[in-house]
């Protein structure tokens, strides 16, 4: 990697004051370490901002014209700049405009005359955040994609992961668990069976019953699915893993890959075996008509104490109505010919 290349790695800064002073205050703390834009005005902030995408701005409050308060509103009111943090930079420290700027949408608030180690921190800290969602978001488009790949193995649609998915975070948050963590669980169901990946399609597409053996076969999705995604430590790629290889786990330990029992089986899991059964019970298929919900639901309760932990089949139950309006709302009939996203939060 050559010396040019590396240094236009850097990130992106874009510098925004009527002083040029102040910019060349700025230009020599932060040279060294980032690619640095300048602006004298907000009309030419606004110009660079959308046309360079800068990662970070650092912006003056009071300049003629479109003031930084007034900028900032535009750049946030832009969904194409929206996301860019802005830390404001200015010679007024009363706590009124300090509250002023973060209500116009500022990140970070730095009071004049600067001070070098705190402009560098400061920047860094909001870059490093700005990463974080980056790689959170990554994460998800990669689980997302996964799922994906599966349902090109299997005969079950798109909606049926989407509609499962949503069932499952309705259910995780009747079960009391954090909105944080439905939400891991909204986007890791769809990963639950892709070890069908792994299975052979003269074995994964028959049209008869499958013989002992081909059996054997079709349950060693769970494990080849928590292979293939790994064994990561936390986060949404373990919860996806968790859900993977417990899915098919029942309450009183007849379930496949490790016959747990009880509430051995994790949580994700009895969440996750329950709406995808009453999806499937529900759903029409090649080989079968969709069931109708009351028929569905007597299924749910004759398994609960055998297939499913009773508590969550009560509280699944109990949420039925808000169930009903995702199954209407992802039913196969209003998407025809439509290839659907992977999960689409509500």
Known sequence: MTMQTALDCRPKLLLVDDEPTNLQVLRHILQQDYRLLYAKDGRRALELAASERPELILLDVMMPGITGLETCRWLKADAATAAIPVIFVTALADARDEVEGFEAGAVDYITKPVSAPVVRARVRTHLSLVRMEELASTRLQIVQRLGRAAEFKDNETGLHVIRMSHYSRVLA??????PRVAEDILHAAPMHDIGKIG?????????????????????S????GAQIIGEPDSGLLA???SIALTHHEKWDGSGYPNSLVGEAI????????????FDALT???PYKPGWPVDKAIGALREGAGRHFDPA???L???????ILQIKARWAESAAAGAAPPLVQVA
């Open 173 to 178: 948050l009747a079960a009391g668990l954090p």
């Open 199 to 219: 299975i052979p399609d003269a074995i994964l597409r028959k049209a008869g019953p499958l013989d002992d053996d081909e059996w054997r076969i079709m349950r």
């Open 221 to 224: 999705h769970c494990e080849i």
């Open 239 to 241: 919860m996806a893993r």
């Open 266 to 277: 994790p949580l994700e899991g009895r969440i996750v075996a329950i709406a995808d059964v």
């Open 283 to 285: 759903s029409e298929r």
């Open 312 to 314: 969550l089949v009560e």
């Open 316 to 322: 699944f139950i109990a949420r039925l109505d808000e």
